[in-house]
């Protein structure tokens, strides 16, 4: 599955990347990479956390 993923650089320099298709799914990292990689694994847990407690997973993209 592919999620659309915003990483935008902070005022101190913080790399934050969310997933505005999976609310509240938001990661953060020293290096846009970091960012990139990190809000994958949290994308990952919050499927696996929808999936454990049955609820639905939003569609991923479609572009």
């Known amino acids: ?35 990139l990689n990190n809000i994958k694994d949290a994308i990952d847990g919050y499927i696996f956390s929808q999936k454990k407690h049955n609820e639905p997973i939003p569609p991923p993209i479609s572009e």
């Open 1 to 35: 599955m592919k999620f659309r993923v915003i990483i935008e650089q902070d005022e101190d320099g913080i790399f934050v990347a969310q997933c505005p298709n999976l609310p509240g799914c938001i990661s953060q990292g020293n290096t846009r990479n970091d960012a």
